[in-house]
């Protein structure tokens, strides 16, 4: 098994949107050494989900999941900073609304489908271009 925990943690994370799964965060939090403090597990986790796409329209942070199922707090602060219109549309402006868990959980229902179709193409892209290396 590989030890560097952004290798394992990117791997984890793509599994879980391959298979439409989510990583639980007692599973992420396995990942890692215990002697590893959380401000570190947390930073791994940002370049991880910056390797998958640098782009924020699709933030593969909504696979973790808590025990009811939902990604943290984390997970809605990137989602408002980097689609702002989008989280207003679906949620309502957070200045005048609290977020419903209904809400919430088709919010992150529609975006875990966007990153599931997302991980399908990068792997299909990646396969193609492995065949054109190995043609080549």
């Not at 910056?50 to 924020?56: H, K, M, Q």
């Not at 990068?122 to 190995?134: F, I, K, P, S, T």
């Amino acid at each position: 098994m590989d030890s560097n925990p952004l290798a394992l943690v990117i791997q984890a994370l793509e599994r879980a949107a391959l298979q439409s799964t989510v990583l639980p965060y007692k599973r992420f939090h396995v990942l890692f050494p215990r002697t590893v403090p959380l401000t570190r597990r947390y930073e791994v986790l940002d370049a991880a989900l910056r390797s998958l796409n640098d782009a924020p329209d699709i933030d593969y942070g909504v696979l973790l999941a808590c025990d009811n199922g939902l990604p943290g707090p984390e997970f809605f602060r990137r989602y408002q900073k980097h689609r702002w219109d989008m989280y207003v549309a679906a949620m309502g402006d957070p200045r005048f609304k609290s977020a419903t868990l209904k809400g919430k959980r088709e919010l992150v229902t529609a975006e875990r489908q966007r990153v599931h179709q997302h991980a399908l193409r990068a792997r299909a892209l990646g396969r193609e271009q492995e065949r054109e290396q190995q043609c080549a």
